[in-house]
Antibody, heavy 121, light 107 residues
Framework: QVQLVESGGGVVQPGRSLRLSCAASGFTFSSYGMHWVRQAPGKGLEWVAVISNDGSKKNEADSVKGRFTISRDNSKNTLYLQMNSLRAEDTAVYYC??????????????WGQGTLVTVSS | DIQMTQSPSSLSASVGDRVTITCRASQDIINSLAWYQQKPGKAPKVLLYGASRLESGVPSRFSGSGSGTDFTLTISSLQPEDFTTYYCQQYYNDLPTFGQGTKVEIK
């Protein structure tokens, strides 16, 4: 069965960096696009970033562009999110999610359990 | 960016009621729309995609319709486990966006 397990969340001071990881299993990781989606406490869902199956195409939301970088290692079946220059408004549960497709952005058919990132001094 | 507007933001209903949630896109997205259900403390779960295609394993009381800019999610007969929050998401372009959510509460 498909499993996505996020790790790397925690409490970090504003301006600092954090790297999230998402370990994937139960499917051919290298065949699908992958995303990060976040949810601030008590708020709705916000898409953060996407990477194509082979890592050649990436895109980020305007709210994180230039600060967050999505990447993947298909040899390790792992997705990453490097978050730099963190702000209080980045506080959220971060989910990794599998795209239904390989290159095109579609919808998210599997999600991890989420990892909480708290940006606070 | 394509803005997605859901209505209502919350509603109260009883077990057995028929419920409809609407989602409006700021531009034509053809049928590139998915609906998700999210229970408290859990990750979202996809219910429908392509505006009206039921994801495998999702009960048939959930249905979707619409195309272009206006879409609906209908729950034909609310069950106790359906009282939670629902989101729409467009995937017409490379920048997916979600609606703000609709919370279905027990009357």
């Amino acid at each position: 069965q498909v499993q996505l397990v996020e790790s790397g969340g925690g409490v970090v001071q504003p301006g600092r960096s954090l790297r999230l990881s998402c370990a994937a299993s139960g499917f051919t990781f290298s065949s699908y696009g992958m995303h990060w989606v976040r949810q601030a406490p008590g708020k709705g869902l916000e898409w953060v970033a996407v990477i194509s199956n082979d890592g050649s195409k990436k895109n980020e939301a305007d709210s994180v562009k230039g600060r967050f970088t999505i990447s993947r290692d298909n040899s390790k079946n792992t997705l990453y999110l490097q978050m730099n220059s963190l702000r209080a408004e980045d506080t959220a549960v971060y989910y990794c999610a599998k795209d239904k497709a390989d290159v095109a952005v579609t919808f998210f058919d599997y999600w991890g359990q989420g990892t909480l990132v708290t940006v606070s001094s | 960016d394509i803005q997605m507007t859901q209505s209502p933001s919350s509603l109260s209903a009883s077990v057995g009621d028929r419920v409809t949630i609407t989602c409006r896109a700021s531009q034509d997205i053809i049928n590139s729309l998915a609906w998700y259900q999210q229970k408290p403390g859990k990750a979202p779960k996809v219910l429908l995609y392509g505006a009206s295609r039921l994801e495998s394993g999702v009960p048939s009381r959930f249905s979707g319709s619409g195309s272009g800019t206006d879409f609906t999610l209908t729950i034909s007969s609310l069950q106790p486990e359906d009282f939670t929050t629902y989101y729409c998401q467009q995937y017409y372009n490379d920048l997916p966006t979600f609606g703000q959510g609709t919370k279905v509460e027990i009357k």
